[in-house]
């Protein structure tokens, strides 16, 4: 509990992202139109350039129902259609 007073949730996601987008060229735009299971999950799209690459969700609080363990879950990759040349994004 005392961590949580120098590390607020929301400003550490902030500066999370910021570093992954310096790392990996990419950039995290928070979004309330992408589909999630319950009100509590954050979507953002990931772009390269303006293109959007994927989709990040953040999952984290706990619940009735819900596993009670850390767990990262691949849903559905991107990939580019080998005929068009189109990133196709689920």
Known sequence: EKLKEFFPLNRTIE?????YSEL?????VRSTS??????DVVTYEVKRSEEVVGHLYLD???????????????????????????????
């Open 15 to 19: 500066r999370m992202l910021a570093i």
């Open 24 to 28: 990996l060229g990419l950039d995290f």
């Open 34 to 39: 992408l589909p999630v299971w319950h009100p």
């Open 60 to 90: 984290q609080f706990p619940r009735d129902g819900k596993f009670g363990h850390q767990m990262i879950i691949p849903l559905a990759p991107s990939f580019v259609d080998s005929a068009t040349g189109r990133r196709c994004v689920p």
